[in-house]
């Protein structure tokens, strides 16, 4: 059996034992959780050094990949997501973003200064995609225009963009 992390947030680490393949799909899924959620700004570099943290001292043979990591994290966020991006070489995937766009909480979606750029993340990450993605995250490629435009006074307010886009993010948690 394996022990895996539940959550990133430091002094929310919930252990559990897993049969070892399936304790590294979780923690494969992990790495891809924190990656994207490193890109878009949800978690910040605290978090993954935590993170590295507890899967060093999990593994009695810490991989290249992730003592790079451990590294990286001493570096600037580009050398971080680089680094995250190696240990987890898996292209990005539309379900991995709506996973951990619907582990928002509701202070931070009230936040209108985070999700203007979350927006802006939201629409490289449409770009990135090439204009492809899962059908429940097509609007990501308007928030960033809306709120843009609401800035310069155009159309609607900021306010109205800001309740369109939480109404977003919470369609998306009861998807």
Not at 8 to 27: D, R, W, Y
Not at 88 to 94: A, K
């Amino acid at each position: 059996m394996a022990p895996f992390l539940g959550r990133f947030a430091p002094n929310k680490v919930v252990k559990c034992f897993l049969p070892m393949s399936v304790a590294l799909a979780v923690m494969n899924k992990s790495s891809q959780k924190l990656k994207m959620g490193f890109r878009l700004g949800i978690y910040t570099k605290e978090e993954v050094i935590d993170w590295v943290v507890v899967e060093i001292d999990q593994s009695d043979e810490p991989s290249e990949k992730l003592l790079d990591l451990s590294f990286a994290t001493t570096k600037g966020v580009h050398d971080i997501y680089s680094a995250l991006c190696d240990l987890d070489g898996s292209p990005e995937e539309d379900d991995v973003l709506i996973e951990v766009l619907t582990d928002l909480e509701d202070q931070v979606i009230d936040n209108i200064e985070f999700c203007r750029d979350l927006a802006i993340k939201l629409y490289s990450y449409y770009i990135d995609k090439n204009y492809e993605v899962d059908q429940r995250l097509t609007e990501i490629g308007y928030f960033d225009d809306g709120y843009d435009l609401a800035l310069r006074g155009i159309g609607e307010t900021i306010d109205e963009w800001h309740t369109r886009f939480k109404r977003f993010l919470n369609e998306l948690k009861n998807c």
